[in-house]
């Protein structure tokens, strides 16, 4: 059937609505992870946890000011980093 291969008939039903819900739930799980790993890799080369989360920070800014078209959307990569980073750093390292 023709109609089977638009890519939204895999978003219908409550089978793929489970996995779709599953696949967000790991993806989150691993994209904190991996933060956290880059951290405790940070803080092991700089042996400060501060100075450290600063890196990660910069790093995780470079990266999203990247994926922007234009300019314009640097000032949003830094607030969005610091939003995210900003209470991923202060869970882990302002404790």
Wanted: glycine share 8%; charged share 5%; hydrophobic share 60%.
């Amino acid at each position: 059937m023709p109609w089977f291969d638009f890519p939204a008939t895999q978003l219908l039903g409550i089978h793929s609505f489970g996995f779709g819900f599953m696949q967000q739930i790991f993806g989150a799980l691993i994209q904190s992870f991996i933060l956290l790993f880059i951290l405790f890799l940070l803080y092991m080369i700089v042996r400060r946890e501060r100075v450290a989360a600063i890196v990660l920070w910069v790093i995780a800014t470079a990266a999203l000011s990247l994926t922007h078209e234009t300019p314009a959307g640097i000032p949003f990569a830094l607030l969005t980093t610091l939003m995210v980073g900003g209470c991923f750093t202060a869970t882990v390292c302002w404790h």
